[in-house]
Structure formats: C-alpha cells, structure tokens
C-alpha cells in the first residue's frame, strides 16, 4: 500500500511540473521588440545553434540554450565559421555547432514527453563537447532534479550547479551588462516556476493523503526542496540587485509571499506531528523519526521571518501577512512579539504566551497588564509595525524577556491557549 502511494504522489508530482514546463521553455525564447523588423543571421557563441537576431539589439539570449550572448559577436561567429561552410578548397568545416544543436533539441523533446531521465543524458552529452555550456549545465541540474523520486529529491545538486553557470556567464559578460543580467532574470524566473509547481504539488499532497510516515516524509521533503529554490531566485535578484528591472520586483516579492505560505505551513506540521508522536506510529519505526531537527527548524524560521521583513517592508498589505494578523487577533494577542518574530506560532512567540496564560493569568495585576496590553498594542502595531524602528525599540527587550523566561522552565514547543 505504501508504494502504490508513493507511486501516485510522483506520478502527480512529476506531471503537475511537466504540465508548466512549456512555461519554462518560454521564459528562454521570450522575443521582444518588434517582430516585423529585419533579422540578420547569426550563431549563438555558447552552444553553436544558427540564429536569426535583430542587429539593433545589444544582447539576447539563445532559445536553445538558454545563454545570453552578445549580438554582434553572434553575428561575427557566423560571417567567421558559417560562411565559409561551402569552401572546400582548405577550408575546415566544424560540426561542434550542429551536434549540440541536435543534442539540445533532443533533450527538449524528452522533457516535452516527461522523460527527465533521458533529457538528462542529452544534456550530460553535450558537456562531455562543451563543459562550460551554460544552458547544458542549467538544463542537466533541473532534469536531474525532477527525475529523481519525491522522496529523494534534493536541492543541493541544482543550486551548486546554478552557480557555476553564474560563474561561468560572469567571465563571458560583466556583472553590469544587459547580457548578464537578462541571463540572471531568466534563472530567477525558472527557479520561481519549478519551486512554485513543487510547493503546490506538496500542499496538496498533505491535503489528498491519510497522514502516514511516507506521506508526511514527502510533503517535508518536496516542501524543503521548493522553498531552497524560492529562497535561491530571492537571494539572486538581491544578489546581483535585479530589483529595477522590469518586473523584477513583482517576481521578488511573489517568490517572498510563497515562502511564507509554504514555510509556514512546513514549520506548523514539523511541530504538530512532533508533538503528537511519541511512539510507534502504524507500522512505521519508531516515533522518534518524527522528532524535531533543531537546525533544520532554525533555517527555515529564519528563512520564514526574513520573508515576513521584506513583504512588510515593500508589501505591506499582502494577504499572508494579513492572515498572520488575523491569527493574532483570534488567537487572544501577543500583537508585538507577533509583529517582531514574524508568527503567532514560533517557539519564542509560544514562550511568551505560556508566561501569559500560566503566570500572569494568576493574578489581579497581570490580568489588568493583559488588558492594558491588549488595548494599545494593535493600534502599536497597526501604524508602527512596518517600520525598521519598531522593530529595534521592542527585539531587544522582547528577546531578553524570552531569554530569561526560557532559563526559568518556560518550554518553547508548540502551544495552544488556555481559554
């Protein structure tokens, strides 16, 4: 019975991803300007592939490939190379070109019909003629991701692999020029689709599935795979300051809104599942599989509260933060630790609500701070909340009070309110 689930759930992991991935292609041979103007022939500098290109333009990138090429040295390759393909008389003809361009277009084909694994050897074909193809190499770590089963999918692979294009586009093109940079969009916006379609795929899992070891293994695992590649394409477009490119800020702050969502949805499970098992649960081993990893928690908390930062900072009235708001309100407060750590459910968040409903709650004094408390505090963080200051006004005192009530026995695991 579990192998037919995981089978199922792959089945619909990998075919959710294939149904988006024309998406993909597009964002590699998006045109722009003007169709009806005259277009010269060229050859792209990185895998050989004939081009028809716009002369007028400074750069472009290659639908083949994916790499980002500078026009008139496209067009120069092709006067030096294809021109003289006809001269027989001493003329040497090179057919580097023409066979990365059919291996290309048969790892194209094989990702069109799913076939991840084939694809995968195409572009592992073409790196054995060119190493530094950076199409290639971007093409090779995505298949090679995707063709992988859910549960042993890993994120470490692709990102490691996305660098070294990065690098390998920097020593072709500077950091401040057109080329790169429409190279580094292109590669955001991929990493934003394929991290998207596995954050959706794995939500809906969790949500289609009994809860058992293998189904909840595959939503932390698939979860943790796509927010690594939101988290990449964010730490890109900052990185190498895309934000003033056109619709680089509405593809930063989308990737910023999903992980909140997912990661929220991730840290909530981990700690409920966490709190619930302590034993053997059905026929899996032991319940301690399902304890809390401490610094796993940790990086993607912070991953959580950064996220959290930069929507309250250029997006202040996105709905997941107005969900974090309104969980606040129905939950009974905690407005400020709520608006400074980024959640109502995190361990220091958890802390203090204890503090409130095992300690202050006992007595006449704390329950007229509580009121007091719940009286100013939303107003506080209604007009104040946004900005940098608030936040270095109440950390501090809020992270020492943490501190102080953590030392004296205040547990930081999961909590439910009292009444």
Same mark, same amino acid.
């Given at each position: 019975m579990i192998y037919s689930l995981l089978d199922l759930t792959q089945d619909k992991l990998l075919?959710?991803?294939?149904?988006?991935? =024309? &998406?993909?292609?597009?964002?590699? $041979?998006?045109?722009?300007?003007?169709?009806?103007?005259?277009? /010269?022939?060229?050859?792209?500098?990185?895998?050989?592939?004939?081009?028809? /290109?716009? =002369?007028?333009?400074?750069?472009? /990138?290659?639908?083949?490939?994916?790499?980002?090429?500078?026009?008139?040295?496209? &067009?120069?390759?092709?006067? $030096?190379?294809? =021109?003289? &393909?006809?001269?027989?008389?001493?003329?040497?003809?090179?057919?580097?070109? $023409?066979?990365?361009?059919?291996?290309?277009?048969?790892?194209?084909?094989?990702?069109?019909?799913?076939?991840?694994?084939?694809?995968?050897?195409y572009y592992a074909r073409v790196l054995e003629v060119n190493p530094h193809h950076t199409g290639a190499i971007i093409g090779k770590a995505f298949n090679g991701l995707l063709k992988e089963p859910p549960m042993s999918m890993s994120s470490f692979g692709v990102l490691k692999m996305l660098d070294k294009a990065v690098h390998i586009e920097l020593e072709k093109n500077p950091e401040d020029s057109e080329a790169f940079r429409q190279f580094m969009l292109s590669q955001c916006q991929l990493l934003d689709t394929v991290a998207r379609n596995l954050a959706l795929t794995s939500l809906q899992i969790f949500a289609e599935h009994p809860v058992d070891l293998e189904t909840i293994h595959l939503f932390w695992n698939t979860s943790e795979v796509a927010l690594d590649l939101f988290a990449k394409g964010a730490y890109f477009i900052e990185g190498f300051s895309l934000l003033g490119e056109e619709n680089a800020m509405e593809l930063y702050l989308d990737i910023q809104q999903y992980i909140v969502i997912v990661d929220r949805e991730l840290l909530k499970t981990r700690m409920a599942i966490t709190q619930i098992v302590t034993g053997p649960f059905g026929d899996s081993p032991r319940g301690e599989e399902f304890s809390l990893d401490a610094e796993t928690h940790k990086r993607y908390l912070g991953l959580y509260n950064y996220a959290v930062e930069k929507l309250k900072e250029y997006m202040p009235d996105a709905d997941c933060l107005q969900e974090e708001e309104e969980t606040a309100q129905t939950s009974g407060g905690c407005y400020v630790a709520t608006a400074i750590y980024g959640s109502y459910d995190c361990p220091e968040v958890w802390i203090l609500r204890r503090f409130r409903d095992l300690y202050l709650r006992n007595f006449l004094w704390g329950r007229m701070l509580i009121k007091s408390y719940?009286?100013?505090?939303?107003?506080?963080?209604?007009?104040?909340?946004?900005?940098?200051?608030?936040?270095?006004?109440?950390?501090? /005192?809020?992270?020492?009070?943490?501190?102080?009530?953590?030392?004296?026995?205040?547990?930081?695991?999961?909590?439910?309110?009292?009444?």
């Open positions: 075919s959710i991803c294939c149904a988006n991935y =024309n &998406i993909i292609q597009r964002l590699y $041979t998006r045109e722009e300007g003007n169709k009806n103007m005259a277009l /010269v022939n060229a050859v792209c500098t990185s895998c050989g592939a004939a081009l028809e /290109v716009d =002369n007028q333009k400074e750069a472009a /990138v290659c639908p083949h490939c994916g790499a980002a090429y500078i026009v008139e040295k496209a &067009i120069i390759n092709y006067n $030096t190379n294809y =021109n003289t &393909i006809n001269n027989y008389d001493g003329a040497t003809i090179n057919v580097t070109g $023409t066979k990365i361009e059919n291996l290309l277009v048969l790892a194209k084909n094989a990702q069109d019909t799913n076939a991840f694994e084939e694809a995968h050897e719940y009286t100013i505090s939303p107003g506080l963080v209604r007009y104040f909340g946004r900005y940098k200051l608030f936040d270095r006004m109440f950390r501090p /005192v809020l992270d020492r009070l943490v501190n102080r009530l953590y030392k004296k026995g205040y547990s930081d695991s999961n909590y439910k309110d009292i009444g």
